[in-house]
């Protein structure tokens, strides 16, 4: 009785797995020709490929067998395109330094990247700015497409072939989950079924499965999330004429915060968070007056008051009497000239915090462990420092002959990471609600917060090394 | 009934939105992680309340048609938990009685270095090793320490390793492998192992855990037996001899070292963990450990044999083995880490190594008459059997 109870519900799981969220079910005698691998990573997104790839490099992982699942199809890359991608993120050099130690930023250099060393930031609704930059004019971050880094990423990866196998068109359907200690016949190896059928084992599942993951979702662990009230859009800019264009330039409008990315001497990426509607109007709308709207929003003084202008130049005498060397006199970014031809595209932005990263034999890295607003451009960096910090624990206790599903270390992984995200997070959903307000006492607050802020200069360096990790 | 127990847990998985399987049950004692050692009642308890907490909230959504029963056999089969530690214990000691003869049968008056009455604690907690967070959890949290301080020490004598696989091509015995809490790590290092317990049950839980991993199968073998019985077959051939948290427990030290030089191959390494014999040791390691905070099972260590290192340096020495490391751990309990300390007067680690080129201090034959003076009289030897035993 009881193996005809098996038999029907694993029969109806995969039926199942067309609605609603992953089963997770129980086996007892785990089918022993299923191949073990010792750690898969269920996403090839970037995070998930960059994990893959890190782990695969590792020197400790040298006779270890890594899975990679990826849903979609296999790309196959030819020449780099022409024409720039819109989709486009910031890589802090911590970030930078994670690519390179697996070979994969070598590449990147070798296709396309800007660098930027500076950054300003500014108030709509007063003259109040930030400007960030590095003593010595390092670069603060790059501009990479996401498609080059995937480029990259994938060359590295099969540079690593003998010890990461990647499966595409894979689906997980199914997640069984070992108990917390061995148990008579059980196997304590997580067990994953595919959408084709076919059965593997892991040691340690790492999911990589973006904001709606399934692996979460399976385990069953808690997720914080809401989603904010905007989409951003994207798209690629053509400047009106040649600049040097090494300055990422962030406004932060009451709809939300635009922000010009530089790319190339002529070209910039836009991403623009704003409310819905105004989202898809800035989608449909014709070219000229698309460009007419970027460029007043980077420039129009029309939200200005006399009474903030007036509170914000008194701070600043303020400050400018007691520190009379530094003067940031506010920088216009470049204007546009015309945008992409089908570059424009919206998506939506939420927020999202799982409650642990880690179970026995499962770890979470990346959008499916913590979601954030790109007003920081900080979402793929915290997912690359998340490789970072697992790759350096798995790394440890495979040298140590740690059974690399155990607490002990991904405990550790989990209280590194969450430290550090969990304040980013917070910082950047407080800025993104302070600054969605035309309410005069915030954006007295929050003007004199950020030219207070910008005149303490130890501080924005912290703020500097906290996003560049 | 036993295979029973998975499906109560997978049924609220498979029924409703909610994944109410082994997590209540991790959820349950992660709670009571943290003051573990001081509740440990307490978790077994919550296993019992959490599953029926979340029985209540599921049961209305769940699809299953026996679902009346699961009451009854989440109950049953928490009870059979129970049951079942008691059948092993039973079982051994019944089967402990047999166990003592064949080493009297064979041996006649030998001196044997296990003592039987070490085994009964031993044997009621066999199935207890790999919980991570259980009895043995100390433990699992020294590998940490042991097995850097085993493979740092070995791969000091070797000229290249292979990345991966740093211990690969070495032969080590572990004694008193218990559950294979430091054989494991050792295998996955990549060396061949060989694990001995006198503890029957324990070889048994060790052997189960590990034939899951098709890699630790092929590198590790497990053997129920003493150290005593294996020394005339594996003379001279291990390249390291590991006795963790075991000399305390031996009745008669310096045979058991005896027997690990004669296994120990020339420039061969014996590392060994031991607990200190001072006031301190008696005071935080049986008083405290023991008794009041239960970090350790009561009964498991007896003061009078704990061994000082400067009784252990010279039982090494005297023995052919020159001592090259002894360094203090200490283990805090509420963290649950150890940390290497200057100070040995609780836990410390020693790393001894056969000379090479020197003859043994006694023919093997001498070992099992129990004639202990004979051992240290190295100068009896003749001078032509030296000679024969440089070549």
């Not at chain 1, 790319?263 to 409310?275: A, F, M, P, Y």
Request: proline share 4%.
């Amino acid at each position: 009785m009881a193996a005809r109870l098996v038999v029907s519900r694993w029969r109806a799981a995969p039926a199942a797995a067309g609605r609603g969220p992953l089963l997770s079910c129980r086996r007892w005698s785990g089918a022993k020709a299923d191949t073990l691998y010792d750690v898969v990573v269920s996403g090839g997104g970037l995070v998930g490929t960059a994990m893959a790839c890190a782990l695969g490099h590792d020197i400790h992982f040298s006779d270890k067998k890594i899975l990679l699942l990826e849903a979609g199809p296999k790309k196959v890359w030819e020449k780099l395109p022409e024409t720039y991608s819109n989709r486009v993120s910031s890589i802090s050099p911590g970030s930078a330094t994670l690519l390179s130690s697996f070979g994969a930023w070598d590449h990147i250099c070798n296709m396309r990247y800007r660098a930027f060393w500076r950054m300003q930031v500014w108030d709509a609704c007063s003259e109040a700015l930030i400007m960030f930059d590095k003593d010595n004019l390092d670069d603060m971050g790059y501009i990479v497409e996401n498609d080059v880094i995937m480029r990259a990423l994938t060359k590295q990866l099969e540079a690593a072939s003998d010890r990461v196998t990647v499966l595409y068109r894979s689906r997980a359907v199914g997640y069984t989950w070992p108990y917390p200690f061995t148990m008579a016949d059980s196997s304590p190896w997580v067990h994953i079924t595919l959408g084709d059928g076919s059965t593997l084992q892991t040691k340690l599942l790492i999911g990589a499965d973006g904001h709606n993951s399934g692996v979460r979702q399976a385990a069953g662990i808690q997720n914080v999330s809401w989603s904010y009230d905007q989409s951003a859009v994207v798209a690629t800019l053509h400047l009106s004429e040649a600049t040097e264009n090494n300055v990422a330039w962030q406004r932060f409008l009451p709809s939300g915060p635009i922000a010009l990315l530089p790319l190339s001497d002529t070209l910039s990426s836009l991403v623009w968070s704003t409310s819905h509607e105004h989202a898809a109007e800035l989608v449909g709308m014709d070219e000229e007056k698309f460009v007419d709207t970027v460029n007043s929003a980077f420039w129009s003084d029309a939200n200005h008051t006399d009474l903030i202008d007036a509170a914000g130049s008194l701070l600043q005498s303020a400050v400018g009497f007691l520190k009379p060397t530094k003067v940031s006199a506010r920088q216009m970014p470049p204007s546009v000239a015309r945008v992409d031809a089908k570059s424009r595209v919206l998506f939506p932005l939420g927020l999202g915090h799982a409650a642990e990263y880690v179970r026995p034999r499962l770890a979470l890295i990346g959008d499916a462990a913590h979601r954030v607003h790109p007003l920081a451009g900080q979402g793929v960096n915290m997912g690359f420092g998340d490789v970072s910090s697992l790759v350096r624990h798995l790394s440890a206790a495979a040298f140590n002959g740690k059974d690399l599903g155990s607490m002990s270390h991904l405990t550790g992984y989990e209280t590194d990471r969450q430290r550090h995200n969990t304040a980013l997070l917070a910082a950047t959903d407080l800025l993104k609600r302070l600054y969605s307000t035309r309410a005069a006492p915030l954006v007295l607050l929050r003007t004199w917060g950020l030219q207070a802020t910008n005149a303490v200069s130890p501080l924005k360096e912290q703020i500097i090394a906290f996003a560049s990790k | 009934e036993w295979v029973s127990e998975p499906f109560c847990w997978g049924s609220f998985a498979g029924g409703t939105g909610k994944e109410v399987d082994p997590f209540t049950v991790w959820g349950a004692r992660k709670l009571s992680s943290c003051g573990n050692r001081f509740v440990g009642g307490l978790r077994s308890r919550c296993w019992g309340t959490q599953a029926e907490g979340a029985r209540l909230s599921s049961s209305a959504e769940n699809q299953f048609s026996w679902t009346p029963q699961t009451n009854l056999w989440v109950f049953s089969e928490y009870s059979m938990m129970w049951f079942k530690s008691y059948r092993i214990t039973f079982a051994c000691l019944s089967r402990m009685k047999i166990y003592r003869y064949p080493w009297t049968r064979l041996y006649g008056t030998s001196q044997t270095t296990v003592d039987s009455t070490e085994i009964k604690t031993f044997v009621a907690l066999a199935h207890r090793w790999w919980d991570e967070q259980g009895v043995y959890a100390p433990l699992h949290s020294m590998n940490d320490l042991r097995v850097p301080f085993i493979r740092d020490n070995l791969l000091k004598a070797v000229a290249h390793h292979q990345p991966g696989k740093p211990l690969s091509g070495m032969k080590i015995l572990d004694v008193g492998c218990g559950g294979g809490l430091l054989t494991e790590p050792l295998g996955r290092l990549g060396a061949s192992v060989i694990g001995i317990d006198p503890v029957d049950e324990n070889i048994k839980t060790a052997q189960h855990h590990k034939s899951f991993d098709p890699v630790l199968e092929k590198r590790i073998e497990y053997r129920a037996c003493s150290l005593e019985e294996i020394v005339e077959e594996t003379a001279e051939t291990f390249d390291a001899v590991v006795a963790s948290e075991v000399i305390e427990h031996v009745i008669d030290l310096e045979t058991f070292i005896q027997c690990c030089y004669q296994v120990l191959k020339c420039g061969g390494s014996l590392f060994i963990t031991t607990i200190n014999k001072t006031q301190l040791s008696y005071a935080l390691g049986i008083v405290f450990a023991e008794q009041i905070a239960g970090i350790v099972p009561k009964g498991t260590h007896t003061w009078e044999k704990f061994v000082s290192p400067e009784k252990l340096e010279s039982i090494l020495e005297s023995n052919g083995l020159s001592v090259h490391t002894v360094a203090g751990m200490l283990y805090n309990p509420f963290s649950g880490y150890w940390h290497w300390s200057e100070n040995t007067s609780l836990n410390y680690a020693a790393h001894a190594v056969k000379s090479m080129g020197q003859e043994p201090p006694v023919p093997a034959g001498f070992v099992f008459t129990g004639k202990t003076e004979e051992l240290h009289d190295k100068d009896s030897i003749n001078p032509s059997v030296q000679e024969e035993l440089k070549k």
